[in-house]
């Protein structure tokens, strides 16, 4: 909402422009699922892990993809859960 006189073309376009927003927000919000936890304060390991990070949500949303035939959906068929645990199988022995 806006008190300025604002043409609707204008309108229109800060309102796809929004909409883009949104779906930005809620990626680094998925991004959050592979974040490895760390107590380090290096910056160096800090931002490996960001992009390893990244680089899993990128793989997640490409089998989301794969598995919806080349369309992206609306609701994603492979769950973050799911995919942690095909990608990230963890042994600890």
């Known amino acids: 909402m806006t008190n300025l006189d604002v043409e609707p073309e204008t309108a229109r376009a800060y309102a796809a422009a929004f909409?883009?927003?949104?779906?930005?927000?809620?990626s680094y919000r998925q991004i959050g699922d592979f974040l490895p936890r760390t107590s380090s304060s290096t910056?160096?390991?800090?931002?490996f892990y960001f992009?390893?990070?990244?680089?899993?949500?990128?793989?997640?949303?490409?089998a989301n993809v794969l598995l919806s035939n080349g369309t992206i959906p609306k609701k994603?068929?492979?769950?973050?859960?799911?995919?942690?645990?095909?990608?990230?199988?963890?042994d600890y022995g």
């Open 43 to 47: 910056f160096s390991v800090r931002l």
């Open 19 to 26: 909409r883009r927003r949104w779906g930005i927000e809620t």
């Open 51 to 62: 992009l390893v990070a990244v680089s899993l949500y990128n793989l997640w949303v490409l």
């Open 76 to 90: 994603p068929p492979l769950s973050t859960r799911i995919f942690r645990l095909f990608v990230l199988p963890t």
